[in-house]
């Protein structure tokens, strides 16, 4: 969504939704599947074409955990929590990808280059732990394989 086109983009999303049920909630699933969050500028365009108080944008976005505030990090790393991953070992391969990062699980680095998130069961319990990067799997992930998983996180 470019700057310029942002109010028409907004508007053109609102139109989309507007008669539905949980309009505000659709929007902005809408713009977050766009543009990976929801820029507090979108909100506040928002706020002013739906006619919704900002506070209340901010409320929705906050309630629930899919929504992200902040632009994605390039590489999204996430640690695998489901039982048979946990039990084999995620806990401490987050500990080495946080302390190698300098960032807890939840954070972004600030030159906005990695994150550290957790996901539930991806389905490949065989080959856990399992950790994804951007999406791609990585199996029987050890604590020291860390350094060469992120040392493929070129550019
Ligand atoms: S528990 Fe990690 S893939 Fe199933």
Not at 14 to 40: D, F, N, S, T
Not at 48 to 69: D, G, H, S, W
Request: glycine share 8%.
């Amino acid at each position: 969504m470019a700057e310029k086109d942002l109010s028409a983009d907004v508007a053109l999303a609102v139109r989309k939704w507007q008669k539905k049920r949980g309009a505000l909630i659709m929007v902005l699933h809408e713009i977050q599947g766009r543009l990976g969050y929801v820029p507090r500028e979108i909100a506040l365009e928002l706020s002013k074409q739906m006619n919704v108080p900002l506070a209340r944008i901010y409320e929705v976005l906050t309630f629930y955990n899919f929504f992200e505030l902040e632009p994605p990090a390039k590489y999204v790393i996430s640690g695998c929590m489901g039982t048979a991953c946990y039990l084999k070992g995620t806990p401490g391969i987050l500990q080495e990808f946080s302390r190698l990062l300098g960032i807890e699980v939840g954070q972004t680095t600030p030159d906005g280059r990695f994150s550290l998130t957790t996901v539930r069961c991806v389905g490949c319990c065989g080959q856990a732990p399992v950790v994804l990067i951007n999406g791609e799997v990585h199996s029987k992930v050890s604590p020291q394989d860390v350094p060469h998983l992120l040392a493929q996180c070129k550019d």
